[in-house]
């Protein structure tokens, strides 16, 4: 076998002059693959008392180009994620109208006087009582109820960790209620209920936001990071390590599903939202109890299901962590890598120093475009390796033992390629400038028979995704771009353009 990978003179020539032209493309287009890593992000640091200035900075410029409300123009923000750009999108391919719609924001406004909109008694349609006009209040979507009514549906909604889109008693009606009515109303019956529905808008800004997020100091600084770009950022910047401290440290409230952390001895916890619930089971509970047990609770018995679906999400922890490290690994290898295009040109001007002038060097530039080629290739076939061999996404596709056998022949060829570009990464870096001739010639050959290797490695490799994974599914069809051994002119295609 060996000898078909073998070049048995240096004077042969490896690639044509077409394919010189398409390396040497490559290095420019490994040098600005948008694949690759990206630097870091800009960011700036919102201090905490500015806070509510960031937020107000982007509800103002909602309200500039839409010539709407405050509370509109928040409401808009929360539904949107605090996505101005996107908003805006909306706006322009759906319209006004649609834009308010979907974000429940009604258009039609009433006077704020209703006495002189109704009747001196008006019937309440919660309670079902006659009470006078000047204790009702008329929401924008023109549902009018009595002021205690409202009172208490909005004290409730707080209570639920729902203050951010409090939405309108009337039966499937879902425009969202005036933050400055809530306020009111609200702040006559309880006013540090008042304050808490502030402090929840403020957090809005930053626990909907993507590009706003809490400085994760210990302990906590008070103050906000926001990125200025994020379009190039990588989807998982080695996150695996916060996902498994959220995993093991932290549990969902029963109510609103914000993670709580515990910070004391007491399997009681309280979440934000003032939801009591279990630490043990995650169990929704009252807030009397004692050193023994908590009133009306009891979790003690052993639940299979819930123990099976413990161990399934640590499972499924440690797959993802054993692909994307896998992953993460060779891309951070080919950033470095795309470095050694200097290295080489370095080594070949040192070499034309010592009077090698008449010697052919560019196969060491297009072994380096193979490099390239190939550490491309192993490190996206871990992302499809952790979808294809999921049991969830192909389940219907084959059975168990079917998965089993051919994630163990992909797996095969995937290290095979693997280990062979390691091989061929190591050779390339070897300080060629300062050898002998004889040498260079006995490094070459090595060189160039491992990237044919390579070159035959990386094509079975497609050749398993295409016909042996993807050819063999029934009941969807997939295709991937067929493998071009010969330089790089496709290499396009591996950024998806």
Not at 346 to 356: C, D, N, P, Q, Y
Not at 414 to 442: A, C, G, H, V, W
Request: proline content about 3%; overall charge negative.
């Amino acid at each position: 076998m060996e000898d078909d990978y073998y070049v048995s003179s240096e004077d042969e020539e490896y690639y044509d002059d077409e394919d010189d032209r398409q390396n040497m493309e490559l290095l420019d287009y490994v040098e600005n693959d948008d694949s690759l890593p990206p630097e870091v992000p800009r960011s700036k640091v919102i201090p905490k008392e500015s806070l509510l200035a960031a937020q107000k900075d982007d509800v103002q410029r909602v309200m500039d180009v839409l010539s709407s409300k405050e509370n509109h123009a928040r409401t808009l923000l929360i539904h949107y994620r605090w996505d101005v750009d996107n908003l805006l999108a909306v706006l322009v391919d759906k319209g006004k109208d649609r834009l308010y719609a979907e974000a429940g924001v009604t258009l039609v406004e009433h006077n704020s006087n209703v006495s002189q909109q109704l009747p001196s008694e008006v019937m309440c349609g919660i309670c079902m009582d006659e009470i006078p006009a000047g204790q009702v209040t008329l929401m924008d979507c023109g549902h009018c109820f009595c002021n205690e009514c409202w009172t208490e549906h909005f004290i409730v909604k707080i209570n639920d960790g729902q203050s951010r889109r409090i939405k309108c008693m009337a039966h499937k009606c879902n425009a969202i209620c005036d933050e400055s009515i809530i306020r009111n109303l609200v702040s006559v019956r309880d006013p540090n209920l008042a304050e808490k529905f502030e402090r929840f808008l403020l957090e809005s800004y930053i626990d909907d936001n993507r590009m706003v997020k809490w400085c994760p100091s210990v302990p906590h600084c008070g103050n906000a990071i926001r990125i200025e770009e994020d379009e190039l950022c990588e989807k998982c910047q080695d996150e695996s390590e916060t996902v498994n401290y959220i995993a093991v440290n932290t549990k969902p409230c029963p109510k609103c599903h914000k993670l709580v952390e515990k910070n004391g001895g007491c399997n009681l916890v309280t979440c934000v939202c003032g939801q009591h619930f279990c630490w043990l089971c995650g169990g929704a509970t009252g807030y009397e109890h004692n050193a023994e047990s908590i009133a009306g609770h009891s979790c003690g018995r052993f639940k299979e299901d819930e123990e099976m679906t413990l161990e399934q999400a640590k499972s499924d922890l440690v797959r993802y962590t054993h692909y994307y490290n896998r992953y993460q690994a060779h891309i951070d290898s080919l950033k470095l890598e795309s470095k050694l295009k200097q290295s080489i040109q370095g080594k070949i001007s040192h070499l034309v120093e010592r009077e090698f002038t008449r010697t052919d060097f560019s196969w060491a530039t297009n072994v380096l475009n193979r490099l390239f080629r190939s550490r491309q290739i192993i490190s996206y076939s871990y992302p499809f390796a952790y979808y294809m061999f999921s049991e969830d996404l192909c389940k219907n596709e084959m059975t168990a033992e079917e998965r089993t056998i051919k994630q163990n022949l992909f797996e095969d060829q995937q290290q095979q390629l693997e280990s062979n570009m390691e091989k061929l990464s190591k050779f390339i870096e070897e300080p060629f400038d300062e050898y002998s001739p004889d040498e260079i010639r006995e490094l070459k050959i090595r060189i160039l028979n491992l990237s044919t290797l390579v070159d035959k490695l990386c094509a079975k490799l497609y050749d398993c995704i295409e016909n042996d994974l993807l050819g063999s599914l029934k009941w969807t069809r997939h295709s991937v771009a067929s493998y071009k051994s010969n330089g790089v002119e496709k290499a396009s295609e591996l950024n998806g353009s």
